[in-house]
T-cell receptor, first 112, second 112 residues
Framework: GENVEQHPSTLSVQEGDSAVIKCTYSDSASNYFPWYKQELGKGPQLIIDIRSNVGEKKDQRIAVTLNKTAKHFSLHITETQPEDSAVYFC???????????FGKGTSLLVTP | DTAVSQTPKYLVTQMGNDKSIKCEQNLGHDTMYWYKQDSKKFLKIMFS???????INETVPNRFSPKSPDKAHLNLHINSLELGDSAVYFC???????????FGPGTRLTVT
């Protein structure tokens, strides 16, 4: 929570390659880390999330890893497809838990 | 069925006017939010409500006044619109604070 840093700001990969986006957070009490995908002209869509009691979670081609000691978490997309092209946001709760602090987003482009 | 809906989708108005944006969720959630996304895609919390009660007001000018007539609705009224208010405003909801948040499609506000 509080400050969430996200890197890179842009990422271009070839179709079929993997993509990794990394985030760090500052509040060691944070316990929930969602990832959102935002397509042009649409609202952010929750694609995967992880809670602090696990280190990794997978859902088909996407996975999220969490390192609580280092206070960072990452999104991994394997076998990327052109339809994965979008802006991806990581987030963590603010201290009260009643809102999210978002990273500044990563614009992912998957070229055929 | 749309889970979180907002109206209007686009809003173009002149400086000094007063406008409202409406949000409704049919997920049965207790918590609703307003976020602002600026031209650089940065998402920032404005307000959160839990069971119709204001929980968070994040340094938002008094010209912005949220109203929650019931748990399924959270409207945003903006007085004396300024050029800097131009942005995309997203409504979101979750079962409770700290739970998964689901976003609406957004309202693009343009102040001329």
């Amino acid at each position: 929570g509080e400050n969430v840093e996200q890197h890179p700001s842009t990422l271009s990969v070839q179709e079929g390659d993997s993509a990794v986006i990394k985030c760090t957070y500052s509040d060691s009490a944070s316990n929930y880390f969602p990832w959102y995908k935002q397509e042009l002209g649409k609202g952010p869509q929750l694609i995967i999330d992880i809670r602090s009691n696990v280190g990794e979670k997978k859902d088909q081609r996407i996975a999220v890893t969490l390192n609580k000691t280092a206070k960072h978490f990452s999104l991994h997309i394997t076998e990327t497809q052109p339809e994965d092209s979008a802006v991806y946001f990581c987030a963590a709760p603010i201290s009260s838990g009643y809102a999210l602090n978002f990273g500044k987003g990563t614009s992912l482009l998957v070229t055929p | 069925d749309t889970a979180v809906s907002q109206t209007p989708k686009y809003l173009v108005t002149q400086m000094g006017n007063d406008k409202s944006i409406k949000c409704e969720q049919n997920l049965g959630h207790d918590t609703m939010y307003w976020y602002k996304q600026d031209s650089k895609k940065f998402l920032k919390i404005m307000f959160s409500y839990n069971n119709k009660e204001l929980i968070i007001n994040e340094t938002v000018p008094n010209r912005f006044s949220p109203k929650s007539p019931d748990k399924a609705h959270l409207n945003l009224h903006i007085n004396s619109l300024e050029l800097g208010d131009s942005a995309v405003y997203f409504c979101a909801s979750s079962q409770a604070g700290g739970d998964e948040q689901y976003f609406g499609p957004g309202t693009r506000l343009t102040v001329t």
